[in-house]
Every structure is written in structure tokens, then in C-alpha cells.
């Protein structure tokens, strides 16, 4: 009787895991979210360092399916969403700077034709205190949608556009090895 009250409270504790939020440096992400009408799961979390020790934000990847593959979510058609939950105050300069500097390094010979786009996607940067919310949900055949704070600032045409988004954390140069691997739930 008492081995099957432990095993119980195992499975119980399990449970209450597996449903619980995804946390970190204070940081709450819910498991699961519902972006364009599609229930989302949280794959991973990391943490943006910038010269490797100042935290900057903590991101969060909602997938349809969960995947520990850049290809497959890059190569993805279902609904994607990155959540960046900021935990410092960073300049408008800075993080359209951060954002050049991802596309310049992950987007390659497509980089020209995103231009103008990036340049929308800048244009809709605000200051950004501890605490603020950006999110990028990716919608295959609309681009992308951009919240800042909770509030629809832009959405961003192109399916090109989205995955060279989305290479920015999960290309070839991300910002730090680190913050891939966690979005990747590795």
C-alpha cells in the first residue's frame, strides 16, 4: 500500500511538471498559449546574453508540434511565436541595431531582398524597459505578426521574412549558443 501511495505521489508530481510554466532568472512562460486560432506549445526557453554576461531578455518558442530541429522549424508551415520577456532596459538604437546585426548574419544572399522589411520591422522599435513584451508570431501565407507591450505594432509580409526572423535564435549565428539550445529545448 505504501509503495503504491509513492508511486502516486511520482506520477502526481510529474504531472503538476510537465503543466507547470517554464521559468528562468524570474521569468514565467506558460506551457501552452493559442496564437491565430492554433494551440502552441512552449519548446524551449533562453536566455539573450549580451558580451556574455549582461542578461538581456528571456525567449520563449511556441511550435504546433515541439522539435528540436532548426531546419524543421525554420522550413516549417504551421504557426510559430517567439516571446521576448525583457529583464533589462534597452535603447531603440540597441535593439534595431541587434536585430541588423541578426539578419546581416543569418540571412545570407536573401538579405537585399529583406531589406525594406527589416527596415519596417525597425521602424516599429520602441525603448524597451524591464518588463516590456515583444512577440513575433509567424503565420505561413501572412508574415509576420509584431506585438510590442501587448499591442499589434506591424505585421511584416513574407514568408521569407519570417524564417529569416526566426534564423536570427535559431541560423547559424545566434546571439549566444546558449539561447538556441534552450529555444530548442536541448
Not at 48 to 60: C, E, M, N, P, W
Not at 116 to 131: E, T
Request: net charge positive.
Amino acid at each position: 500500500m505504501r509503495s503504491m501511495r509513492w508511486g502516486t505521489l511520482v506520477f502526481a508530481l510529474l504531472l503538476c511538471g510537465a503543466a507547470s510554466a517554464g521559468e528562468m532568472v524570474g521569468v514565467s512562460l506558460p506551457d501552452r498559449m493559442t496564437a491565430e486560432g492554433k494551440s502552441l506549445v512552449l519548446n524551449g526557453m533562453g536566455l539573450r546574453k549580451a558580451y556574455a554576461v549582461a542578461k538581456v531578455y528571456v525567449a520563449g518558442l511556441y511550435l504546433e508540434k515541439k522539435s528540436a530541429s532548426p531546419d524543421e522549424i525554420l522550413g516549417s508551415t504551421s504557426v510559430r511565436k517567439i516571446v521576448l520577456h525583457f529583464v533589462r532596459d534597452v535603447s531603440r538604437e540597441q535593439i534595431t541595431g541587434a536585430w541588423t546585426e541578426g539578419f546581416e548574419k543569418n540571412a545570407g544572399a536573401a538579405l537585399p531582398v529583406l531589406r525594406r522589411r527589416i527596415d519596417a520591422l525597425n521602424a516599429v522599435m520602441p525603448d524597451l524597459a524591464a518588463g516590456d513584451v515583444l512577440s513575433f508570431t509567424t503565420v505561413p501565407g501572412k508574415g509576420v505578426l509584431v506585438e510590442v507591450r501587448g499591442k499589434t505594432a506591424a505585421t511584416i509580409e513574407g514568408d521569407d521574412f519570417a524564417k529569416a526572423l526566426l534564423s536570427i535564435w535559431l541560423g547559424a549565428a545566434p546571439p549566444n549558443a546558449a539561447l538556441k539550445d534552450g529555444l530548442l529545448g536541448l
